[in-house]
T-cell receptor, first 115, second 115 residues
Framework: AQSVAQPEDQVNVAEGNPLTVKCTYSVSGNPYLFWYVQYPNRGLQFLLKYITGDNLVKGSYGFEAEFNKSQTSFHLKKPSALVSDSALYFCAVRDFYNQGGKLIFGQGTELSVKP | KAGVTQTPRYLIKTRGQQVTLSCSPISGHRSVSWYQQTPGQGLQFLFEYFSETQRNKGNFPGRFSGRQFSNSRSEMNVSTLELGDSALYLC??????????????FGPGTRLTVT
């Protein structure tokens, strides 16, 4: 079945250190991959996407993600974390082959950046 | 451009009642999707509308319905409310797939509490 997995419920990072939020996916056909961030009592905010092309994609607020087809992964990264990056992060895939293009979300990873 | 707007932001209803939530997409976006977010089930797809037609549907009971108007605004309706319907309901709009842009943009959500 098509799915997205975020293996870590929570990631703790010190401010200024690099951060990685992990995501793996399972879809038939080409994956359309996305990262979203959610702040408390807010909707989801689009960060970046991979559709095709370069495996390293850059997005908003200094975030980037690396697509790895052989490992079916799409990890979110940032070279230097900020306290303001603390939020809930969701990885998602749109499966046009089997699911009509609906967004399938991972369970989310709570990122905590401490000063 | 103005973002996706949802009304109302908060709603308290009693079991057995019905509720209608409204969503106005980003100007020019003709696709509107709805998602339910709960702590236990995470983010789940409800349905997608495009040009006033339901294009995709998730695995929710028939009590959940929606529609889209000619100006792309969308409403979702939940009849015979149950306690388990308490959730954050998120609306998302996206450009036509033919533009090559597949990301969805989310509104702030409607927090529904059923008592």
């Amino acid at each position: 079945a098509q799915s997205v997995a975020q293996p870590e419920d929570q990631v703790n990072v010190a401010e200024g250190n690099p951060l990685t939020v992990k995501c793996t996916y399972s879809v038939s056909g080409n994956p359309y991959l996305f990262w979203y961030v959610q702040y408390p009592n807010r909707g989801l905010q689009f960060l970046l996407k991979y559709i095709t092309g370069d495996n390293l994609v850059k997005g908003s607020y200094g975030f980037e993600a690396e697509f790895n087809k052989s490992q079916t992964s799409f990890h979110l990264k940032k070279p230097s974390a900020l306290v303001s990056d603390s939020a809930l992060y969701f990885c998602a895939v749109r499966d046009f082959y089997n699911q009509g293009g609906k967004l399938i979300f991972g369970q989310g990873t709570e990122l905590s950046v401490k000063p | 451009k103005a973002g996706v707007t949802q009304t109302p932001r908060y709603l308290i209803k009693t079991r057995g009642q019905q509720v209608t939530l409204s969503c106005s997409p980003i100007s020019g976006h003709r696709s509107v999707s709805w998602y339910q977010q709960t702590p236990g089930q995470g983010l789940q797809f409800l349905f997608e509308y495009f040009s006033e037609t339901q294009r995709n549907k998730g695995n929710f009971p028939g009590r959940f319905s929606g529609r889209q108007f000619s100006n792309s605004r969308s409403e979702m309706n939940v009849s015979t409310l149950e306690l388990g319907d308490s959730a954050l309901y998120l609306c998302a709009s996206s450009p036509d797939r033919g533009t090559g842009r597949y990301e969805q943009y989310f509104g702030p959500g409607t927090r529904l509490t059923v008592t």
